[in-house]
T-cell receptor
Framework: QKEVEQNSGPLSVPEGAIASLNCTYS??????FFWYRQYSGKSPELIMS????GDQEDGRFTAQLNKASQYVSLLIRDSQPSDSATYLC???????????FGTGTRLLVSP | GAVVSQHPSWVICKSGTSVKIECRSL??????MFWYRQFPKQSLMLMAT?????????EQGVEKDKFLINHASLTLSTLTVTSAHPEDSSFYIC????????????FGEGSWLTVV
């Protein structure tokens, strides 16, 4: 069974710090990797997507992928209280095949 | 990013009635749509995958006769909860992907269903 593992948290960081969120997956054939942010009572919102090994940066967010270790992470620099949410890691085989979601890591950024 | 719209955002219905939720891709053709259910403080649970013009593929444990999914066009999929019961009360979310969505799957805003 394909699995995506995340620490449920909460991960607490002070405002301005770097938040590091981690995710491991079991299916070595996975080709697409996504981070979604979900506020309480709202639908997930796409933050980052990454498809090849290495780092990918978008503003304050950096996604890191290591396929050999089956590991994907999300770094949030200069964390803000508005970043407080649950972050979902999702992994897929590529194309528009169904994604397997982790249970999410709850991030709390204190002012 | 691409836009996926869901309607209604919230609905209250009486036990035993049916309710329909619509999912539309507004600026791309959604060849594949997914329907999820999420209970409070729990993760997303995939219910079914629907491809335009074909029958939906349901996940194990999801009753296909209770949760009717129709994906008749490249921009619209519907989920009908038939003979709803209070235990069906949940947050239902669709997602979609297809050409011109940048090889990415986008989520609709979600629909809160309360069965009384």
């Amino acid at each position: 069974q394909k699995e995506v593992e995340q620490n449920s948290g909460p991960l607490s960081v002070p405002e301005g710090a770097i938040a590091s969120l981690n995710c491991t997956y079991s299916d070595r054939g996975s080709q697409s990797f996504f981070w979604y942010r979900q506020y309480s009572g709202k639908s997930p919102e796409l933050i980052m997507s990454i498809y090849s090994n290495g780092d990918q940066e978008d503003g304050r967010f950096t996604a890191q992928l290591n396929k050999a270790s089956q590991y994907v992470s999300l770094l949030i620099r200069d964390s803000q209280p508005s970043d407080s949410a649950t972050y979902l890691c999702a992994v897929g085989p590529g194309g528009f095949q169904k994604l397997v979601f982790g249970t999410g890591t709850r991030l709390l950024v204190s002012p | 990013g691409a836009v996926v719209s869901q309607h209604p955002s919230w609905v209250i219905c009486k036990s035993g009635t049916s309710v329909k939720i619509e999912c539309r891709s507004l600026d791309f053709q959604a060849t594949t749509m997914f329907w999820y259910r999420q209970f409070p403080k729990q993760s997303l649970m995939l219910m079914a995958t629907s491809n335009e013009g074909s029958k939906a593929t349901y996940e194990q444990g999801v009753e296909k006769d209770k949760f009717l999914i129709n994906h008749a066009s490249l921009t619209l999929s519907t989920l009908t909860v038939t003979s709803a019961h209070p235990e069906d009360s949940s947050f239902y979310i669709c997602s979609a992907g297809g050409q011109n969505s940048g090889n990415t799957i986008y989520f609709g805003e979600g629909s809160w269903l309360t069965v009384v």
